[in-house]
């Protein structure tokens, strides 16, 4: 079954250093999603992709984090600079639509970020 | 906006015991309900959803019933077994970007 591949599995990082995510959706998704969740509390939307294009970054803290899916398949996100605050697990999820539709999710396995 | 409140766990029961988790939701518009799941050291996975008012979604013996009236989703299951134990998330999503909001989260764990 085709999942959704996340690299690193783990990171661990000094504050104020550049840290950087990478995630390849399933072949064929259009939307893709970047999830924080800190431990013990649900996954928490950053950024929102609907091909190539930002549909939702509300939530997304625009002074140090930014994301990018240039061609509309795999994303980078990105953090600089790191701050201890920032110790999460970065999820990726991807659904092959996401216009008014309730299709599924499908998750990464994510990064588990340490700020030290 | 929208959110979803969910029981706080642990929620510990002994295999076979009926289960029951809490969800209520507050939403801008008509949302879709799911329960997700997330095994120990593993991504979460769909687990049932609902996308109207009376609907019941089912999966691996667990069921949840959308409920307009109540703003509920409450999971259960009738006879819980050991590898049942992971934390379930309420999510629903609304709007035209299908946009998900998570709670927080219920961690189950069944002893033998």
């Known amino acids: 079954e085709a999942e959704v591949a996340q690299s690193p599995r783990y990171k661990i990082t000094e504050k104020s250093q550049a840290v950087a995510f990478w995630c390849d959706p399933i072949s064929g998704h259009a939307t893709l999603y970047w999830y924080r969740q800190i431990l013990g509390q649900g996954p928490e939307l950053l950024v929102q992709?609907?091909?190539?294009?930002?549909?939702?970054d509300s939530q997304l803290p625009k002074d140090r984090f930014s994301a990018e899916r240039l061609k509309g398949v795999d994303s980078t996100l990105k953090i600089q600079p790191a701050e201890l605050g920032d110790s999460a697990m970065y999820l990726c999820?991807?659904?092959?639509?996401?216009?008014?539709?309730?299709?599924?999710?499908?998750f990464g396995s994510g990064t588990q970020l340490s700020v030290l | 906006g929208n959110s979803v409140t969910q029981m706080e766990g642990p929620v510990t029961l002994s295999e076979e015991a009926f289960l029951t988790i809490n969800c209520t939701y507050t939403a801008t518009g008509y949302p879709s309900l799911f329960w997700y799941v997330q095994y120990p050291g593993e991504g979460l996975q769909l687990l049932l959803k609902a996308t109207k008012a009376d609907d019941k979604g089912s999966n691996k013996g667990f069921e949840a019933t959308y409920r307009k009236e109540t703003t509920s989703f409450h999971l259960e299951k009738g006879s819980v077994q050991v590898s049942d134990s992971a934390v379930y998330f309420c999510a629903l999503s609304v709007g035209g970007y299908q946009k998900v909001t998570f709670g927080t989260g219920t961690k189950l764990q069944v002893i033998p």
């Open positions: 999820a991807s659904s092959l639509v996401g216009t008014g539709t309730d299709e599924k999710l499908f």
């Open positions: 992709f609907q091909d190539e294009s930002v549909v939702d």
